[in-house]
């Protein structure tokens, strides 16, 4: 059970990345949703909503189990980035590179500046703090790709 854990906590080996584990797990999720947005455009919402709600849960719980080997919110659990910025992509329509890109890059920006509330997330314990900050840093970006798509039209 134990290596199942450390497979969706580190976003299938992303978080082993000697650079930047958080930009390469979340990289890794954007291109998946790429994927299936060119494999099930018509499904793609559905689907994101689904990995979103299935990689929350398992994330908490693989964090969880983590915890007491890793310590706090080691930066190899990259699950969080995954669901952060699958939150982001909610705002994508298919094949849309640049709000693809946007979602990405306003993702990472919310997750390493932490701004409004963010940085507070973390204080929860356990996996669900791993989670939280990354799950509101995907509502901001997602929010504000929301409004940049509702001010250009």
Same mark, same amino acid.
């Given at each position: 059970?134990?290596? @199942?854990?450390? #497979? #969706?906590?580190? +976003?299938?080996?992303? +978080?082993?990345?000697? @650079? ?34 299935? @990689? ?10 983590? $915890? ?12 969080? $980035? ?22 990405? #890059? ?15 997330? $973390? ?31």
């Amino acid at each position: 059970m134990r290596v @199942f854990h450390i #497979i #969706i906590a580190t +976003g299938f080996g992303a +978080g082993f990345s000697p @650079f930047a584990p958080g930009t390469v797990g979340a990289a890794l999720a954007t291109l998946v949703w790429y994927a299936l947005s060119v494999l099930t455009p018509s499904s793609l919402l559905c689907i994101t909503i689904l990995l979103i709600l299935l @990689f929350s849960v398992l994330g908490v719980l693989s964090a969880n189990a983590l $915890e007491p080997v890793w310590g706090k919110d080691p930066s190899r659990v990259v699950v969080d $980035e995954m669901v952060g910025v699958w939150i982001a992509l909610l705002a994508v329509t298919p094949f849309n590179w640049y709000y693809m890109l946007l979602a990405f #890059i306003l993702f990472r920006l919310f997750d390493i500046f932490k701004p409004m509330g963010i940085r507070r997330m $973390e204080n929860i314990k356990g996996g669900l703090g791993v989670m939280m900050d990354d799950i509101l840093a995907g509502v901001y970006s997602c929010i504000l790709i929301l409004i940049v798509k509702w001010v250009i039209g």
